[in-house]
């Protein structure tokens, strides 16, 4: 079975910085999609940051200038840097991968556990 561990997330104050890290695990072949979304309180998940194997990558808006996705293929990891971090980022935050292994003859998508990131004074 495929399993995604993220780590990373915890308390920080506004303007402080925070990197949290999914690592992929089991019998995978290639991932073509690695991505973070986060869901606050009341709201909908939506994506946050995106990369592709051709690592092309992508931003919302809120945080562009401020979060930076990278992924370290050799490790199917996929980290996310942030800074400059603000209250309004309080949120989970959750990996999702795109990815084949040996279960599968097609792609399939998978969602890590989730961490809390909480940007308060």
């Known amino acids: 079975q495929v399993q995604l561990v993220e780590s990373g997330g915890g308390l920080v104050q506004p303007g402080g910085s925070l990197r949290l890290s999914c690592t992929a695990s089991?019998?995978?072949?290639?991932?073509?999609?690695m991505g973070w979304h986060r869901q606050a309180p009341g709201k909908e998940r939506e994506l946050v940051a995106s990369?592709?194997?051709?690592?092309?990558?992508t931003y919302a808006e809120p945080v562009k200038g401020r979060f930076t996705i990278s992924r370290d293929n050799a490790k199917n990891t996929v980290d996310l840097q942030m800074n400059s971090l603000k209250p309004e980022d309080t949120a989970v935050y959750y990996c999702?991968?795109?990815?084949?292994?040996?279960?599968?003859?097609?792609?399939?998508?998978?969602w890590g556990q989730g961490t809390q990131v909480t940007v308060s004074s």
């Open positions: 089991g019998s995978i072949i290639s991932i073509i999609f």
């Open positions: 990369i592709t194997g051709g690592d092309s990558t």
């Open positions: 999702y991968l795109s990815l084949r292994s040996t279960y599968s003859t097609t792609y399939t998508g998978y």
